[in-house]
Structure formats: structure tokens, C-alpha cells
T-cell receptor, first 111, second 112 residues
């Protein structure tokens, strides 16, 4: 099993550009989520999904969109990148027993 | 707003020493998880606790969940350099939802 995979590993965007961060899992988990991690701030939940076709907002959803058309994939879209979105982004999948498994992260810089 | 505070923020100790890190919440947990994160990688789940007063052991790591389900501690016995990393606690939202809240972490460095 590959677990949770994320692409790309690194990305540099200019302000105003859009892009999609990809996340896939092969563990058949219903739960998937996106977090951002900034220095001194821990991980903050952006959006999450409890199954295909079901998404909900986390703590910091503004400027991001998600969709969940399959159990395996949960892409995160940045609509119009801003320097405040410079961060490390982690995708996770999880079980109903409150276990989460994280991907390796995407380091995003917005100039 | 739920808040999850971890202490200390930073800890630097010698190999062989014992240590305890703490996680305190402003509200009752449905469940609590502890993770370890190494530089450049995603967090790795260490343990999940759901019952007040629960104690779980993972080799030299002992996790305790407070009776009132608002606090937790992680105790490491005879720390080793391989224990170095960022230790994060996380709780589920109220009523057991999957809206996880993470603490800001304890950064541990174990010197050989």
C-alpha cells in the first residue's frame, strides 16, 4: 500500500494564480482532510470529507475549495493564491476510530 | 472555540533522561490522539485514547488521559536521540465529529 500520496512536493506560485494540490489514498478510508502547517501554529484544518460527495469546512477554509468525487481522491484548489497561503499543506485519511494517516506534505510558496 | 494547549513548547534533554509533555483543552474531548512529526515529513500517529483515566503504553512512551477528559500527558522514559521530533496532540470536535483541533506542539531534542 502506498498510503496517502500528495503531489506536488514543492510549488511556487505568483499572487493571483490558481492551482490544485492532489491527494490520494489507497486504504479505503471514508474520512479525508486537508491541513496547513505554519511555524508556531500547529496544524489547522482547512476542509474535510466523511465520504464521497460530502465535504465540510474546517477552521480556515477561506480561499480554498474541495470536492470528493471518489473515495480515493480529495484535491484542494487554491482559487487565487495570496502570500498568506504560503505554508506546508498536509492531506490525511482516517478511520472511524479517530486514527489519521498523513501524507508527506506539499510546500507552497506564493510570491 | 476549542483550544488545545501544549507545554512545554521546547524541551532539550540528555539521552537517558525522563520527560513529560502535557496537552490541555478548554473543553471535554471525545477522543485524543498523539502524533510525532519529524522535519520534512507528515505527522505519524502514536496513540488514540477515548476513555477518561485511560493509560496506554508504547514501549518507552506512556500516554495518560485525564479523568475529566480535558487533559492528557505523554511520558518518555530513558529518552533516546531517535525520540527527537515535534509531538502534537489532537482532539476531535464536540460530539465526536471529525473536525480535529491540533495543539501547537512540543519540540523535543534529545542530545546524545
Amino acid at each position: 500500500n502506498a498510503g496517502v500520496t500528495q503531489t506536488p512536493k514543492f510549488q511556487v506560485l505568483k499572487t493571483g494564480q490558481s492551482m490544485t494540490l492532489q491527494c490520494a489514498q489507497d486504504m479505503n478510508h471514508e474520512y479525508m482532510s486537508w491541513y496547513r502547517q505554519d511555524p508556531g501554529m500547529g496544524l489547522r484544518l482547512i476542509h474535510y470529507s466523511v465520504g464521497a460527495g460530502i465535504t465540510d469546512q474546517g477552521e480556515v477554509p477561506n480561499g480554498y475549495n474541495v470536492s470528493r468525487s471518489t473515495t480515493e481522491d480529495f484535491p484542494l484548489r487554491l482559487l487565487s493564491a495570496a502570500p498568506s497561503q504560503t505554508s506546508v499543506y498536509f492531506c490525511a485519511s482516517g478511520t472511524s476510530s479517530y486514527e489519521q494517516y498523513f501524507g508527506p506534505g506539499t510546500r507552497l510558496t506564493v510570491t | 472555540t476549542q483550544l488545545l494547549e501544549q507545554s512545554p513548547q521546547f524541551l532539550s534533554i540528555q539521552e537517558g533522561e525522563n520527560l513529560t509533555v502535557y496537552c490541555n483543552s478548554s473543553s471535554v474531548f471525545s477522543s485524543l490522539q498523539w502524533y510525532r512529526q519529524e522535519p520534512g515529513e507528515g505527522p505519524v500517529l502514536l496513540v488514540t485514547v477515548v476513555t477518561g483515566g485511560e493509560v496506554k503504553k508504547l514501549k518507552r512512551l506512556t500516554f495518560q488521559f485525564g479523568d475529566a477528559r480535558k487533559d492528557s500527558s505523554l511520558h518518555i522514559t530513558a529518552a533516546q536521540p531517535g525520540d527527537t521530533g515535534l509531538y502534537l496532540c489532537a482532539q476531535t470536535g464536540t460530539s465526536g465529529t471529525y473536525k480535529y483541533i491540533f495543539g501547537t506542539g512540543t519540540r523535543l531534542k534529545v542530545l546524545a
